[in-house]
């Protein structure tokens, strides 16, 4: 386990200054890997399909990313159960580097998206391994703390990511959204090296290539259903009849198989714990939210206003700063009034923010979209943070990983999910056009997106009304 720990009482020192000072600006680094990169693609997705094509195929760029972030992120958490965090971790960042270069010299839309699955392949170990660290780490009340931390590097990725994006795209080319990621890499590898010491205790372990082999086919084939349903081939021709149907039986087959394996990729007891079944379910929720959003907030703004790519990213990185900011705040409420509670008020928030942006967004204005992604983000603030939490408090350290794993495995499914629905609903509605040349047609589409993202906020209600009552952690 990770030498350096928190104190019983949860009295150590948290900030830069402290033991564990250094480890905390490793992960910091870390997780600005995947905050940048969320936020700094969407901005330029018109500029991109200008020079690629491929209007229908643009949700694959996020789609085969949280794919593959996804289907990885169980198989990399039982790897950090059982080898450590730290290899784990630095194997995802080289991965993530390697797919950023082949991104930047992408040469086509199909060569992108299949280099972004290369990508999502290392994010599916660095974001959920730099949460683990920190549990192993800090203590509950400790962590309260530590999220302002985590949380201001999503704060100034919410300026930086969108700010770059529009700029790369307005002034330059697209392919620096990718090259800015290399540096990173290697400063983010280097600080956990320098600075991370890990004690494992090295036993015999039997790694489920089966029950991660089926989890990856399953979802691959049931998101390309739904991404490509309508679109490539009609709902009801062979094509969709038959990714679906095999999907659905892979993912049948792979419960049989977790049942049965020695050490499963996805444990079922998570799915049999009440707080760890609903803050799951809550994770989903929060993906499809998330990706709702981003997708279609930029070229929503871009194709009905005409505005510029550096514009958009601004109103959308609204929601990457309340986000930070409702995290921070949200280590101080649930510490006072449980997990269940704070959610409860998140929930609250995003709906509202969620249902104005649907019911304005006939009328596009960049100052009421900024001001609904804002009080969005700090509904997912209030959200995610204190699920996240409340599940990794509930287990031990050699269940922290496996645990965190599946939190972060149900956001990217929703994530992906989502991705796939609401593309599916989009080129639904465009019949084979464009936003730029059918922007009246596009806006009823990102209505639509908008409103199916208001249903699922308030959906969220239920996950949360179903989380275990008297839930305040103790410090």
């Known amino acids: 386990m990770t030498t350096d720990r928190a104190t019983k009482d949860g009295t150590a020192a948290v900030g830069f200054r402290s033991e564990r000072g250094r480890i905390l600006v490793a992960l910091m680094v870390t997780t600005g890997l995947i905050a940048i990169d969320s936020t700094i693609l969407a901005t330029a997705v018109p500029t991109i399909v200008a020079d690629l094509g491929g209007f229908s195929s643009f949700p694959w760029l996020f789609s085969i990313y949280l794919l593959t972030q996804a289907v990885s992120v169980p198989i990399y958490s039982k790897l950090a159960d059982t080898v450590g965090r730290k290899p784990v971790v630095l194997l995802g960042i080289g991965l993530f580097a390697v797919g950023s270069l082949l991104c930047a010299v992408a040469w086509s839309m199909p060569a992108l998206i ?3 699955a290369i990508q999502g392949l290392g994010a599916g170990a660095v974001q959920p391994m730099a949460v683990t660290i920190a549990g192993d780490i800090y203590s509950v009340a400790e962590r309260a703390k530590v999220q302002g931390y985590i949380a201001s590097v999503w704060g100034v990725s919410a300026v930086v990511g969108p700010t770059l994006g529009g700029a790369f795209a307005q002034f330059l080319t697209w392919h620096w959204i990718f090259l800015v990621n290399l540096p990173l890499c290697v400063a983010a590898a280097w600080l956990l090296v320098r600075f991370l010491d890990e004690t494992v205790e090295r036993r015999s372990h039997r790694i489920d290539w089966a029950g991660g082999l089926l989890l990856t086919g399953s979802m ?8 490509e349903g309508g679109n490539a081939w009609a709902w009801t021709s ?3 009849v038959g990714a679906f149907t095999v999907g659905l039986g892979m993912l ?32 989903m929720g929060v993906g499809v939210v998330l ?8 070229t929503y703004l871009e194709a009905l206003l005409g505005v510029t790519p550096l514009v958009s990213g601004l109103a959308l990185a609204s929601l990457t700063i309340g986000w930070p900011i409702a995290a921070t705040v949200s280590g101080r409420i649930y510490l006072r009034i449980g997990f269940r509670r704070t959610v409860l008020i998140g929930i609250a928030v995003l709906v509202t923010a969620a249902t104005t942006l649907a019911v304005t967004s006939g009328t596009a204005s960049v100052v009421v979209v900024a001001v609904c992604c804002f009080v969005m983000g700090l509904g997912l603030g209030l959200v995610a943070s204190p699920s ?17 794993g599946a939190n972060m495995f149900a956001r990217a499914i929703g994530s992906a999910v989502g991705v796939a629905m609401l593309g599916a609903l989009v080129n639904g509605l465009m019949r084979g056009q464009d936003a730029v040349s059918a922007p009246e047609r596009f806006g009823d589409a990102a209505t639509a997106v908008f409103t199916a993202v208001a249903v699922v906020a308030g959906a969220l209600v239920l996950a949360a009304l179903a989380m275990p009552r008297n839930d305040r952690p103790v410090p």
């Open 114 to 116: 299949a280099f972004r």
């Open 291 to 298: 990706m709702g959003v981003t997708t279609y907030v930029p």
């Open 252 to 283: 049948a087959a792979f419960v049989l198989v977790e049942r049965r394996a020695a050490e499963p990729v996805l444990p079922l007891w998570v799915l049999r714990r009440r707080l760890l079944l609903t803050t799951a379910l809550i994770g």
């Open 388 to 404: 996240l939490i409340a599940a990794q408090s509930s287990v031990g350290w050699g269940e922290r990983g496996v645990v965190t």
């Open 238 to 240: 062979p094509q969709s």
């Open 220 to 227: 691959s084939l049931l998101i390309l259903a739904m991404l």
